[in-house]
């Protein structure tokens, strides 16, 4: 079965619980939308089964940002994925995208418990939009300019870590 996971926002105003089945942060996102929503590093993403998705605490204090794509240029657009997020502490919470509807994708810093299992290696990808001064985790990792081979499901399941 899945994993529970339950996850909040830092102030404590929103809480909610999602089942997944690839709930191992491997994967460090470092293109200027993670970067910018979450911090310096950068964004990680674990997988979630959307319709299981239960906010438990503060449904009306939940936002949503949908990111603009190559700004200031003239091909500049409005992604399709929507980040949600806290409207009193701005905690990034998860990643929802239309385009997949049955995934759901929480921002691994929202996740409260259980303790996320540290990978034995990190895949790093879009470092072709991080600037210098943003430094790569520490230990093995596998870099990619854009973005790596393998889905989030594809990665744990090559990995044994994929939960049924």
């Known amino acids: 079965m899945p994993i529970k996971l339950e996850g909040s926002c830092h102030c ?15 994967q460090l996102c470092v293109c ?14 674990l997988g979630a089964h959307a319709e299981t998705l239960d906010i438990t605490q503060g449904k009306g204090h939940i936002g949503v940002y949908k990111a603009v794509l190559d700004r200031d240029t003239p091909d500049e657009s409005v992604a399709s994925s929507e980040r949600n997020f806290c409207t009193k502490c701005s905690a990034m919470l998860w990643l929802y995208d239309e385009n997949w509807p049955d995934l759901l994708h929480p921002f691994a810093s929202a996740i409260d418990k259980p303790e996320l299992k540290v990978p034995e290696e ?8 991080k ?9 093995p990792k596998q870099t990619y300019e854009h973005y790596g081979p393998d889905s989030i499901e594809e990665w744990h399941k090559k990995h044994g870590e994929y939960v049924e």
């Open 32 to 45: 200027s939308i993670c970067r910018k929503v979450g911090g310096v590093g950068g964004s990680i993403n």
């Open 12 to 26: 404590g105003a929103v809480r909610f619980n999602i089942l997944s089945s690839t709930p191992v942060p491997y």
């Open 122 to 129: 990190m895949v790093v990808v879009k470092l072709d939009s």
């Open 131 to 139: 600037p210098r001064y943003v430094r790569l985790p520490e230990g």
